[in-house]
């Protein structure tokens, strides 16, 4: 009799890889006319904005530009001034063929090397790399075994449970509003910003989110040395087309912003534009029974063994923690004037009987000396946000989070440099689980006739034994085990060792 073999597909996750390549920068960036001549470089800052991943098998092509930000000291002013460029790159990186229905790709990274100087007054050549650390991340339908029936088929079903990504996307969105001085700037040092995504509604092809992004502006007035800061808020609204996405999705929207742009302030308002990145997923649970072990009572059996990948949404992160740290300065007299701080690489790392989302965080602290000349000073701190998760032995965690600085508290006193940061993470944790379930399966020649003269089989089982396995050695259905010993149907291992009767069939 021929064996019945269903089939179904579900996404199988896991598959993935991390590379590593290097971005080379080499610019010249000219001081505009309406900016001080440059007296002393003071610091030179990269950052990385990615606005297209494009995934082909074996390449992933990445494009975006690299914000180069320098921060340097007129000899007129005396002040601190900034300039920065946007240097457009194309970047393909090889990768291993991979196949899959849906991806990822968290792009991070850290400055390797700067070399800045100023060729003249009005000219600063930068030479360096940034360093580029990529992980993909890949789900792949899979056609799996659901069911066996015929020729004398004993199967062992398990339910297996997972999310099917149904949506990854990231949307360059712009934003306008007005930053109100108090005077008109002399200069603007820099702005940044957070952005918090208040509701994310899901419609049918559609989702609808609204938030805010909080801008503040470090400024330094005509004559001052001394930043001031002005803040402004910029509500959003953003309805986006998302192709099967419904409302019974769980969605995770982050808005990371990118870049702000402003108009000359000559007057006490300014026109400003802020671009936010709208990253965007998506799942969509599921439950799927299939067959991970089978046996004939009628013929030979030959399995081929297939590990199957599952994704469970572990937690979506919206929390903060706060690193703090200190060192010497060489100049006890240095007053702060500026503070800013960049991430690296993050990692899921298991600490005591939890795990955490770490990375390191660099606080670069801009103080003017007692000579009034403005120095640069560094500060690594380990940031660790705390994961509310308990994932399965053999899991693997796979992270997707962004990284933003809330506060900082930075002060120069006494030749110490003291800091401290709060972090907020969000984003996801991916855990991937292999299940064993049964690739293919043959029936061979039929089993030999039982020996007449055995009328009653004994086994000494273990305790915890299965008595499916139990059932396989003897090529007898575990319901017919199970009754002869008048245990429980439902019954998969057993409790307590003892002696079985194998009907003999």
């Not at 297939?306 to 469970?312: G, I, S, Y």
């Not at 701080?341 to 993050?346: F, K, R, S």
């Amino acid at each position: 009799m021929e064996l019945k073999i269903f089939r179904d597909t579900l996404p199988q996750g896991g598959a993935g890889c991390t590379v590593k390549a290097e971005l080379p920068l080499e610019t010249e960036i000219r001081i505009s006319d309406d900016l001080p001549p440059v007296g002393k470089l003071v610091k030179c800052f990269v950052h990385p904005v990615v606005l297209q991943r494009q995934l082909q098998p074996g390449r992933l092509t990445l494009e975006g530009y690299l914000r180069c930000t320098v921060f340097y000291q007129s000899e007129v002013e005396k002040g601190l001034c900034q300039t920065e460029q946007k240097l457009p790159f194309t970047r393909q990186l090889e990768l291993p063929e991979l196949a899959f229905t849906a991806w990822t790709a968290v792009v991070e990274g850290q400055t390797e090397y700067l070399n800045t100087r100023a060729a003249d007054p009005r000219r600063i050549e930068v030479r360096g790399a940034y360093g580029l650390v990529v992980t993909v991340h890949t789900q792949c339908k899979t056609e799996v075994i659901t069911a066996l029936a015929d020729g004398g088929i004993e199967q062992q079903l398990r339910t297996l449970q997972g999310v099917r990504s149904v949506a990854v996307l990231d949307k360059l969105v712009t934003l306008e509003g007005e930053l109100v001085f108090a005077k008109p700037p002399a200069a603007v040092l820099d702005i940044t910003g957070n952005a918090c995504v208040g509701e994310v509604k899901l419609l049918a092809g559609k989702a609808v989110v609204k938030g805010e992004l909080r801008v503040q502006c470090a400024w330094r007035a005509e004559g001052d040395t001394a930043l001031q800061s002005q803040a402004a808020a910029l509500p959003f609204q953003q309805v986006i087309d998302l192709e099967g996405i419904t409302e019974d999705c769980r969605c995770l929207c982050v808005a990371e912003p990118v870049g702000f742009t402003l108009s000359q302030a000559e007057s006490a308002a300014a026109q400003l534009t802020a671009n936010v990145m709208l990253h965007l997923r998506a799942w969509r649970s599921y439950q799927l029974q299939v067959a991970v072990d089978a046996f004939s009572t009628r013929f030979e059996t030959e399995l081929t063994p297939q590990p199957l990948v599952t994704e469970q949404l572990l937690c979506t992160l919206n929390d903060t923690a706060t690193a703090t740290g200190s060192g010497p300065l060489p100049d006890a007299g240095a007053q702060l004037r500026a503070c800013f701080v960049h991430y690296g690489p993050q990692q899921t790392v298991q600490k005591g009987e939890g795990w955490v989302l770490t990375a390191k965080a660099v606080v670069t602290a801009l103080a003017e000396n007692t000579l009034g000349e403005l120095e640069s000073y560094e500060k690594t701190l380990e940031v660790n946000i705390p994961l509310p998760i308990t994932p399965p032995e053999g899991t693997m965690l796979v992270p997707e989070c962004w990284l933003s600085t809330e506060n900082v508290q930075c002060t120069c006193a006494g030749g110490t440099l003291e800091a401290t940061i709060t972090v907020r993470a969000e984003g996801t944790i991916l855990g991937c689980a292999t299940s064993p379930v049964i690739g293919s399966i043959t029936l061979g020649d039929s089993l030999p006739d039982t020996d007449p003269e055995i009328a009653l089989r004994i086994y000494y089982a273990q305790a915890g034994e299965e008595v499916f396995a139990v059932a396989r050695r003897f090529h007898v259905a575990p319901a017919q085990i199970l009754a002869a010993n008048q245990l429980e149907e439902e019954l998969a291992s057993l409790p307590q060792a003892q002696r079985l009767l194998i009907p003999v069939t």
